[in-house]
Structure formats: structure tokens, C-alpha cells
Nanobody, 118 residues
Framework: QVQLVESGGGLVQPGESLLLSCAAS????????MGWYRQAPGKQRELVAGITGGGKPNYADSVKGRFTISRDNAKNTVYLQMSSLKPEDTAVYFCKVSVGGIAPRDYWGQGTQVTVSS
């Protein structure tokens, strides 16, 4: 089994920054794609940013230039640096990790609330 622990959410004002972290632990053979998704009230979960095992990132258009995804393979951790936050960034943020091995599968974090409000 693999456990994901997210941290870093909170309440901030527009224009401020937050750093989200998601650490994977447990029976990990290898980790491929890592990503962050978000879900606002009444909306579907959407991809915010993803990063390959080789470190190539991709971003949703709505966050390009403001958010940066990175990973530390030695720590099995993925980060999301969020800057210039806007009220429309308010959502529960989830990390997703693709774990390889005999039975590869995706794992989801428990979610962390990000609220951007003045």
C-alpha cells in the first residue's frame, strides 16, 4: 500500500503565495507521473499541473505563469508553488501519484483546502 500526505493549504489573500507538498510512502517500486488536481464547489475535478518522472511539467492554461510544479524523487514528494493567487483558485487540491510495479495504479491524496479571499 501507498500513502499520500498533503500539506500546505490555507487561507490567503489575493496576490499571495502558497506551497503545497505531497509525500508518498509505503510499498513504492517506482513513481511515474505526479500531479495536482483541484475541485471547487459544484465543479468537476480538474488537472492543475503534472510532471513526468523525468521532470517535464505541464500546466492548465489558467495557472500558467503563476504555478510551478516540481518533484524530489529521493523523497517521493511533489510540490506545487502557487503565486499570484486569485479567488478563482479557491478549491480543494488533490495530488495524484502513479506507482509502478507488479500492480501499477494511481493513488490520490486526501485533499487540502486552498481559499483565496480578501
Amino acid at each position: 500500500q501507498v500513502q499520500l500526505v498533503e500539506s500546505g493549504g490555507g487561507l490567503v489573500q489575493p496576490g499571495e503565495s502558497l506551497l503545497l507538498s505531497c509525500a508518498a510512502s509505503g510499498s513504492i517500486f517506482s513513481i511515474g507521473l505526479m500531479g495536482w488536481y483541484r475541485q471547487a464547489p459544484g465543479k468537476q475535478r480538474e488537472l492543475v499541473a503534472g510532471i513526468t518522472g523525468g521532470g517535464k511539467p505541464n500546466y492548465a492554461d489558467s495557472v500558467k505563469g503563476r504555478f510551478t510544479i516540481s518533484r524530489d524523487n529521493a523523497k517521493n514528494t511533489v510540490y506545487l508553488q502557487m503565486s499570484s493567487l486569485k479567488p478563482e483558485d479557491t478549491a480543494v487540491y488533490f495530488c495524484k501519484v502513479s506507482v509502478g510495479g507488479i500492480a501499477p495504479r494511481d493513488y490520490w491524496g486526501q485533499g487540502t483546502q486552498v481559499t483565496v479571499s480578501s
